[in-house]
């Protein structure tokens, strides 16, 4: 049996009352965290550098392609110079010249050809990088926005913190003058029940929230005034009032 003076078995309820405002301050930091403007902000962001991501992908691609175009056209002119430099020589025989001159006007179809889709490709390009640069402000606009909620939930959890350590303190405060047998006993039923105290009113008990038997509340009242006593529903520690 565990005994304390009425005035210690009280201190219970000053630490029921810190444990329960310790519990609601976890649980608004945890909503704080869990904010939906914070997690859409992010969603956004997310989606955000995506769109990015696929933009600049889309402009490597049609930066390659130009730049393939550009060498092709680059080995299609050498090879035209070097044919006309040939038939300019007149050093070959005239099925040679005549060749030389066939390949000289395919070679020419071919670099317009080229040329036409280089055109194209560039225009690509530039609609390409264009996407890249409306999609980079995007993304620096929501990120932007999710620095903002994030600095504002970083506010909230800060205040939150500081009033939890607050509460831990008074807490710690309150328990130094329960006695250590007693402190046990409220920190297990704690554990167990989620509740380790309540009060007795009347005859209807905090713990389970109905009235107590008339044996229960007989066997109670007939109790030593600094012996602790229990609810027989819920288990929690009783005080009496």
């Known amino acids: 049996m565990i005994t304390a003076s009425p005035e210690q078995q009280r201190l219970l309820l000053e630490l029921q009352a810190h444990v329960s405002a310790g519990n609601l301050l976890s649980r ?13 902000a992010r969603e956004v962001v997310d989606a ?9 992908a889309d402009q490597r691609t049609a930066d390659a392609e130009v730049q393939r175009l550009e060498d092709q056209a680059a080995k299609v002119a050498e090879r035209i110079k070097g044919n ?19 390949e000289i006007e395919s070679l020419t179809a071919t670099a317009a050809e080229l040329e036409d889709e280089e055109l194209s490709a560039l225009d690509s390009a530039e609609s390409a990088a264009t996407d890249v640069e409306a999609a980079e402000s995007a993304l620096a606009y929501a990120t932007d926005q999710l620095t903002k909620v994030q600095a504002e939930v970083d506010a909230r959890v800060a205040e939150l913190d500081g009033r939890a350590a607050e509460e831990s303190a008074a807490r710690a ?4 003058g329960v006695p250590e047998d007693l402190l046990a006993d409220f920190e ?29 509340l007989a066997q109670i009242r007939a109790a030593a005034e600094d012996e602790v006593v229990y609810c027989p529903d819920s288990g929690v520690i009783l005080i009496r009032e």
């Not at 955000?48 to 600049?56: G, I, K, P, Q």
């Not at 006309?84 to 066939?102: D, I, V």
């Open 48 to 56: 955000a550098r995506l769109r990015r991501d696929e933009t600049a």
């Open 173 to 176: 405060s309150v328990a130094a």
């Open 28 to 40: 608004q930091r945890r909503e704080a965290l869990e904010d939906p403007e914070l997690l859409s």
């Open 84 to 102: 006309e430099a040939k038939l300019m020589s007149g050093q070959a025989g005239a099925s040679t010249l005549q060749g030389l001159q066939r």
């Open 188 to 216: 297990d039923r704690l554990s167990r029940h989620g509740v380790g105290v309540a009060k007795l009113v009347g005859s209807v008990s905090g713990g389970s929230g109905m009235a107590l038997s008339p044996g229960d």
